[in-house]
């Protein structure tokens, strides 16, 4: 089923679809279902605020209940057995509408923040998206200490231990995180499981279940393994006589949502913990800031990681109320991928830090191993804390806290920091004071701890970009709440602090995958219409970050497109005689025709200096290419800009991206290239193909591309769809909401409205999810209804398709028409090294000359047929060709290069230098996937 909001109405559309496809009741706060948290100005009543939901959702099937008695404001809103799967901005956006509506304070969605990297999941998934991103700039190489003690030793815990009752004894250690699971190394003693609590399922079961899947299961078995094993056995915690309180609160360690951690760290005052220690992160949380409030106020002592992989300090370790961690190694050196910033107190080891790990395979046995991330680093510091209380006595401590006024969380970051241990050459401004130094921590009377506020002013964060200091800053006006330049940053933190981490993770196409949402967040208009000017930087670099975020290609066997096509011959047309333009020839005959290419590419009037430049210099060394090429087993032991050379050197000539400009390829551009009598031949057949290929975007941004296959109907990417519509699940079929300003525009450049029509609705698409990998098993594919008139032109009518799947199923040649995106992480892993590099993607660019968001015609062949890769040998519809697509083209229409160009497959995937990817539409056709009323709609039925 498919609907279609207003442009005046349609946060209310959805939210109204989300409330029809609620079913069933919950108990607890599950992960991965449609929730929000609401704060009211004053405690409302529950049945008056039932009332006015079901008046403006069209139904009581939703679930509202106050977050917390300690919280009377805060009331949480959720929709059980409705899945998340509208994109946080869409979220944000519902949100505001019921801010609006119900008059609240804020209104804040649970959107799954994947800001909080885990570097350590590379152990369980090393296959996965974000393992490309953690290995390259999180993951260290460097060989463990030998000693599996090193990391409490580090912070001096084994001689504060020697002190007296400087073990930990009777303090308890909440611990927010994935629950727990035995393991040999977790005494039952360590574990005060009367005060357990399983905020996500509901009860007082923290078992963690381990599931497969999962980012990092375990998690909360390994951080309590450092907060307090026991002595006897191989590794030890900082505190281990201590107690650990578990609280699970999250599923997965990366994904993280306000309204569980901030119940759990609620659960954790009301069974009297004297410490939180929370391994964990994401955007800003009013629900959390106010129950960090209530936390320090009840005397707890909260300690926070700073983050991984993303470089500036996440929510809540930014939050006043936490004392922030970040990470450094075992010769006191930064970790690679600590957090850090001015809001950092203090450091302790976070890498190979020696943990109880189980995982979903292990025979529920468990191994030691070292673990990465600053969720250790706070673990020790919990450690730390923990024996500090021990030592000095928890009333002592209260006393002393009350007697100058100040909470113990401050009385504690002032000891912290004044005893912490500075390295030589030692950079307070980015990682606090120092690393930990339990022994004289423990040494420094209470009498003798200065007075927090001469501690508390934090340096200036020099070393850090402006554009980290700009998200900084975002958090920390986040939980400021204040009012100013007439910013409501109480109403609007939480978005604020989700596009600012946005921003600085999809500008840096290393690190865009990590993202929560595929599209290209558009703010909210409120927040939009007031954005103070640290704000207004932030949106403003957000424009010009990549609309679309492609799924990664992590095929285990990926090989080099370069070393399959410099023994290739060249592609024809029939009639066209064909001569290879690399095999059999010597390399100065190469180097005439790359010469000839690149002066005719030169005389352009397109042609910029720097790729002038670029080109140029490619010919200089393309002799010595091509010879290490050739002698060096397909390229094997070129580094990564020789490979990108040899790439650019075989397109250039051979696999060319050619310009479309008024229906016709730009003859200047193949003129440079060997493809200019196969072109001439069918001039009109190309134009009658380019004429109904065109642009996807939203609000006249570029998201992928579709074509025309039916009477009013077009076809693109599901993931595409998942980016420009909303699907809600629940307990009737799929309803997919298109956004307002959704179109497709026909114009070769994307530009005017001439060609533009208004995509209306969804008609079909493949049934699962898109996600951040490919999955070949998965159709990504969907068809959208579109207005076949616009005032100035009519839809253009369909063209003829490949009926036969066998022909998929051969090494055709073909071409692919579409529109080149700005490059994001699909484009960027080097396929030898596996690295993650954005200059991969810009040499390239810059070597061809690319516009991008215009039109483009690649020729290439089917490289593997379908059925013969991995996922696919069920379905049989995906087979991969080797054009250049460079940065995406997500929806190209995949052409058969015979007369009249009939329509072979949808391209929906692919990666640079290696292969792309395209679904046999004759394979879909025939796989039983679409319904009936589809198939005839689109004449797939003869």
């Known amino acids: 089923m498919a609907a279609e909001g207003t442009s005046v109405s349609i946060s209310e559309t959805v939210l109204r679809e989300i409330a029809r496809q609620a079913h069933g009741t919950v108990d607890g706060l599950p992960m991965h279902i449609i929730r929000f948290v609401l704060e009211f100005p004053s405690a409302p009543d529950l049945a008056e605020a039932g009332v006015q939901l079901r008046s403006i959702l069209g139904s009581d099937k939703f679930d509202l209940r106050p977050l917390d008695d300690q919280l009377p404001k805060f009331f949480v809103l959720q929709f059980p057995g409705v899945p998340r799967t509208i994109a946080p901005p869409r979220l944000f956006a519902a949100a505001d ?116 899947g999962t980012a990092n299961p375990g998690h909360g078995t390994a951080t309590s393994s450092v907060v307090a094993s026991r002595v006897q056995g191989k590794i030890v915690g900082a505190a281990p006589l201590a107690k650990v309180i578990p609280i699970r609160c999250i599923e997965d360690v990366k994904i993280f949502d306000g309204a569980p951690v901030a119940r759990a760290i609620l659960h954790a005052v009301s069974v009297n913990a004297d410490i939180i220690s929370m391994s964990l992160g994401g955007i800003y949380s009013p629900s959390i800031a106010a129950a960090l409030e209530k936390a320090v106020a009840a005397g707890c002592i909260v300690v926070v990681a700073s983050g991984n992989c993303v470089g500036f300090v996440v929510y809540p370790a930014s939050d006043r109320n936490s004392i922030a961690l970040a990470g450094v190694n075992a010769g006191d050196v930064p970790w690679k991928g600590t957090s850090r910033g001015s809001a950092v107190d203090v450091s302790a080891p976070a890498e190979n830090v020696f943990v109880a ?179 207004q930087r932030v949106l403003t670099r957000l424009e010009y970050a990549p609309e679309l975020i492609a799924p990664l290609d992590r095929q285990p066997e990926a090989k080099s497109t370069f070393r399959t096509l410099l023994s290739r011959s060249r592609i024809v047309r029939p009639g066209v005689s064909a001569e290879s333009p690399l095999r059999g020839r010597s390399a100065q005959e190469i180097q005439d025709r790359l010469n000839s290419a690149i002066k005719k590419m030169d005389d352009r009037p397109d042609a910029t200096p720097e790729s002038k430049s670029r080109r140029r210099d490619l010919f200089d060394r393309s002799e010595k290419l091509l010879k290490k090429a050739e002698g060096s087993g397909g390229g094997h032991n070129l580094i990564w800009t020789e490979r990108a050379d040899i790439e650019a050197l075989v397109r250039l000539t051979g696999r060319p991206a050619l310009k479309v400009t008024d229906g016709k390829i730009d003859p200047a551009a193949l003129a440079a290239t060997e493809w200019e009598d196969t072109f001439k031949v069918d001039p009109k057949g190309l134009q009658t193909l380019f004429e109904r290929v065109g642009r996807v975007d939203l609000d006249g941004e570029h998201v992928g591309t579709g074509f025309v296959v039916g009477e009013g109907l077009i076809i693109t990417n599901r993931h595409v769809a998942e980016a420009i519509a909303d699907e809600i699940r629940g307990r009737g079929p799929s309803t997919w909401i298109v956004q307002d300003n959704a179109s497709i525009n026909f114009d070769d450049r994307g530009l005017g409205s001439a060609k533009k029509f208004r995509i209306k609705s969804l008609v079909f698409a493949g049934s699962d999810t898109i996600g951040r990998e490919v999955n070949f098993a998965h159709l990504d594919m969907a068809l959208f209804e579109v207005e076949t008139s616009n005032g100035s032109s009519s839809f253009p009518t369909k063209m003829s398709q490949v009926g036969d799947r066998d022909v998929g199923e051969s090494k055709v040649e073909l071409i692919v028409v579409g529109y080149p995106a700005r490059p994001d992480i699909s484009a960027l892993e080097d396929p030898e090294t596996h690295q993650v590099r954005d200059d991969i993607a810009k040499r390239l660019g810059e070597i061809f000359g690319l516009d991008y968001g215009r039109k483009y015609l690649a020729p290439g062949r089917i490289e593997d047929v379908a059925g013969s890769l991995g996922d696919d040998q069920s379905h049989r519809w995906v087979f991969s060709h080797d054009s250049t697509t460079l940065a995406g083209c997500s929806g190209s229409c995949v052409s058969q290069l015979i007369d009249f160009f009939p329509i072979l497959g949808l391209h929906f995937a692919g990666r640079n230098l290696t292969a792309n990817y395209a679904h046999s539409l004759a394979a879909v056709r025939a796989s039983g996937q679409v319904p009936a009323a589809i198939l005839e709609r689109l004449g797939w039925t003869a």
């Open 357 to 535: 790990r189980r995982t979903p395979e292990d025979n529920e046995t468990g191994v030691v191993a070292g673990g990465q991330g600053t969720s250790f680093a706070t673990a020790l510091t919990a450690g730390a804390a923990a024996i500090w209380l021990s030592h000095f006595g928890r009333d002592r401590v209260r006393a002393e806290a009350k007697r100058r006024n100040v909470h113990v969380q401050e009385l504690f970051r002032a000891a912290l920091r004044r005893t912490a241990r500075k390295p030589a050459g030692w950079n307070g401004n980015l990682y606090g004071a120092g690393i930990v130094d339990a022994q004289s921590l423990l040494q420094l009377p209470l009498a003798e701890i200065p007075s927090p506020s001469a501690t508390a002013e934090a340096a200036a964060p020099t070393g850090l970009s402006e554009e980290d200091r700009d998200t900084a800053t975002v958090f920390e006006l986040a939980a400021s709440r204040a009012k100013l330049e007439g910013f409501d940053w109480a109403r609007y933190g939480a978005e604020a602090s989700f596009l600012a981490a946005d921003e600085r993770r999809r500008s840096d196409p290393t690190k865009a995958g990590l993202v929560e949402s595929r599209i290209r967040p558009k703010p909210t208009s409120g927040l939009c219409a007031s954005a103070p000017p640290v704000l």
């Open 97 to 212: 509408f019921l801010c609006d509506r119900l008059s609240l304070v804020s209104c804040v969605p649970d959107i799954g923040s994947t800001l909080y990297a885990e570097p350590d999941a590379r152990l369980l998934r090393d296959g996965a998206p974000e393992s490309a991103i953690t290995n390259a700039f999180c993951w260290s190489d460097a060989a463990a200490p030998e000693d599996m003690h090193w990391a409490p030793n580090a912070i001096k815990a084994n001689l504060a231990w020697t002190l007296e009752n400087g073990k930990g004894d009777g303090i308890l250690v909440a611990q927010p995180d994935t629950g727990i699971a035995t393991h040999p190394e977790l005494e039952l003693g360590m574990f005060d499981l009367e005060r357990a609590a399983n905020v996500l399922e509901g009860g007082s079961d923290p078992k963690d279940p381990l599931r497969a």
